[in-house]
């Protein structure tokens, strides 16, 4: 789990200026600021221009910056990197990572900075481990669109064709120390459905979500908050585990299960989280 919260991270089109100054506003907790598949070939250009531009100079308080590049082998992707590495964004965002290789890649091209890599592609996948290991890896982003292509799976509302890709990203990342952030729900008019597919990404462990529009946002962030009910559980099993302890046990009983030190440590953890949500500056 992230000392930061990542619950909403949403794409903006680097081409889209009303987008861009409007994130200003939104409760997000991080932002991809997009050169790659948002935006159309004959506005790749003036895209990478504006957005370094914006970054120089605009505030976007206390929101993760990420940007996403083109892929290094595109024609794109080297200018894109050398006009965005030293704008002051928290990461850049690799797309259709195979492999450590290619994280390698842009390590070289920007030596210091963080780097997240797109987790969309089979190979990808497949090499989930390797590509968190890489020491500049810092977030994996579920791609599910372009996985789902490239898998030729269908739409399923429960996900299952994805799941086993889902939770080998999860595994690679949690074994790494990496943040993990699911992939975008397309429907953005259908609350409930979003609703849906945050509570799976949730429960399987994800930091957050991807979103594509505004309205995406309140039910993303509350979806991926510990709620009051799981605020007040973390805080009666601490409590109650202290008090096991002073006794001399080592396990202690709320609500009819055990308790023990592991528990605590997800309660301190969910308190860490909510204490961090309450804090940001966004
Ligand atoms: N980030 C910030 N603001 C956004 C936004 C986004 N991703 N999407 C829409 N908005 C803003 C619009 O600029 C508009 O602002 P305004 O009130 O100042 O005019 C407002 O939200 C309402 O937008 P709306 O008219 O409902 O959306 P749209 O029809 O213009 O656009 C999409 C719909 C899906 C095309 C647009 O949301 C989008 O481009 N999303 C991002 C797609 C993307 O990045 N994909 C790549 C990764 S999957
Ligand atoms: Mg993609």
């Known amino acids: 789990m992230s000392a930061r919260p990542y619950r909403s991270v949403l794409y903006i089109p680097g081409s889209k200026e009303r987008a861009l100054e409007k994130a200003k506003t939104l409760p997000v907790d991080a932002i991809i600021f997009d050169l790659e598949d948002a935006v159309a070939v004959e506005e790749k250009t003036n895209a990478r221009a504006l957005l370094a531009e914006t970054l120089s100079t605009a505030d976007y308080g206390g929101r993760a910056k990420i940007v996403r590049v083109n892929a290094l082998d595109t024609e794109w992707g080297h200018a894109d990197v050398e006009a965005l590495k030293d704008v002051g964004a928290d990461a850049l965002l690799l797309p259709k990572v195979d492999s450590a290789e290619d994280v390698q890649a842009l390590a070289e091209l920007a030596p210091g900075v963080a780097i997240w890599a797109m987790m969309e592609t089979p190979l990808g996948i497949l090499n989930a481990a390797q590509i968190a290991a890489h020491p500049a890896l810092e977030g994996f982003v579920l791609g599910t669109n372009d996985l789902a292509k490239d898998l030729n799976t269908r739409f399923r509302a429960d996900r299952e064709p994805l799941l086993t890709s889902l939770q080998m990203c999860m595994l690679a990342a949690r074994a790494h120390g990496v943040v ?20 799976q990404g949730r429960d399987m462990g994800f930091d957050g979500k991807t979103l594509i529009h505004p309205a995406q946002v309140e039910i993303t962030n509350a979806a991926f908050a510990p709620s009051e009910a799981e605020i007040d559980l973390a805080r009666r099993q601490i409590a109650a585990f202290e008090q096991a302890e002073a006794d001399g046990q080592g396990v202690a009983v709320v609500d009819g299960k055990i308790v ?19 804090k940001l500056e966004i």
């Open 180 to 199: 993990a952030v699911d992939g975008v729900y397309n429907a953005f008019k259908d609350d409930d459905g979003l609703r849906a597919e945050c509570e």
């Open 260 to 278: 023990e030190n592991l528990h605590i440590v997800t309660a301190k953890a969910t308190l860490a989280k909510a204490d961090a949500i309450a």
